[in-house]
């Protein structure tokens, strides 16, 4: 990490940088009426593996005929693999939405507790999931690492990890707790968009001189 490091600096340069571009899908659901726990969490489990291209119109296709879950698991498998088309796995993701909503309305009442424990525990969804509907549908203080965080944050030399479970730990003990949501937020899209898996634009990124492009042989 480079000697004048400053991450608020670099999210506020980032911020004003991402927005002619799509926001990430969590969040622009979130902004379309669509952001309640069960919500967030059924979307994040479709955008596994899924471009959120994909992502945001299949949440939609589904969310038009349930938002709740007593509404999702009123659907068979065979419909709701059918509305989850265009996902990865939509027949294994179907299985797994249907188990979610059973046990929230058999051991909960029908409400999801906005706990991460409790998200954890539940089959199917991991840290990544339960941290972002958390941050996104509660305002909890939580940070999702997809791996476009992951990249982009190990690309700064800001952490050192090889799998953004390890990113997760890292930056909870180096990001201030009222930045958690930004951090998905913002680094999605900057890392979807602009710092690149494969020619990131370096030329034009606005944080490069806070980078010290850890892994980068080629770049725009």
């Given at each position: 990490?480079?000697?004048?490091?400053?991450?608020?600096?670099?999210?506020?340069?980032?911020?004003?940088?991402?927005?002619?571009?799509?926001?990430?899908?969590?969040?622009?659901?979130?902004?379309?009426?669509?952001?309640?726990?069960?919500?967030?969490?059924?979307?994040?489990?479709?955008?596994?593996?899924?471009?959120?291209?994909?992502?945001?119109?299949?949440?939609?296709?589904?969310?038009?005929?349930?938002?709740?879950?007593?509404?999702?698991?009123?659907?068979?498998?065979?419909?709701?693999?059918?509305?989850?088309?265009?996902?990865?796995?939509?027949?294994?993701?179907?299985?797994?939405?249907?188990?979610?909503?059973?046990?929230?309305?058999?051991?909960?009442?029908?409400?999801?507790?906005?706990?991460?424990?409790?998200?954890?525990?539940?089959?199917?969804?991991?840290?990544?999931?339960?941290?972002?509907?958390?941050?996104?549908?509660?305002?909890?203080?939580?940070?999702?690492?997809?791996v476009h965080v992951h990249r982009v944050v190990n690309r700064w030399g800001y952490v050192l990890a090889k799998q953004p479970e390890q990113?997760?730990?890292?930056?909870?003990?180096?990001?201030?707790?009222?930045?958690?949501?930004?951090?998905?937020?913002?680094?999605?899209?900057?890392?979807?968009?602009?710092?690149?898996?494969?020619?990131?634009?370096?030329?034009?990124?606005?944080?490069?001189?806070?980078?010290?492009?850890?892994?980068?042989?080629?770049?725009?």
């Amino acid at each position: 990490m480079k000697p004048d490091f400053d991450l608020d600096v670099i999210l506020s340069r980032i911020d004003e940088t991402i927005r002619p571009y799509p926001k990430a899908a969590m969040f622009e659901l979130a902004e379309r009426g669509y952001g309640s726990l069960f919500e967030q969490l059924i979307s994040c489990i479709v955008s596994i593996r899924t471009l959120d291209e994909t992502t945001i119109p299949v949440s939609l296709r589904l969310f038009a005929v349930a938002r709740t879950p007593d509404q999702l698991a009123a659907l068979t498998p065979e419909k709701l693999t059918e509305i989850l088309y265009g996902t990865t796995y939509p027949d294994q993701k179907a299985y797994t939405m249907l188990g979610i909503a059973r046990k929230i309305l058999d051991e909960f009442g029908g409400q999801l507790p906005a706990d991460y424990d409790t998200l954890t525990s539940l089959k199917g969804v991991g840290p990544k999931c339960a941290n972002l509907a958390l941050g996104v549908a509660t305002g909890q203080a939580a940070i999702s690492v997809d791996v476009h965080v992951h990249r982009v944050v190990n690309r700064w030399g800001y952490v050192l990890a090889k799998q953004p479970e390890q990113t997760l730990k890292v930056l909870e003990t180096m990001v201030p707790r009222e930045r958690w949501v930004d951090i998905n937020r913002l680094l999605m899209p900057f890392g979807k968009h602009i710092c690149t898996g494969t020619l990131p634009k370096c030329l034009t990124c606005p944080v490069l001189e806070f980078c010290e492009q850890v892994g980068v042989e080629r770049h725009r």
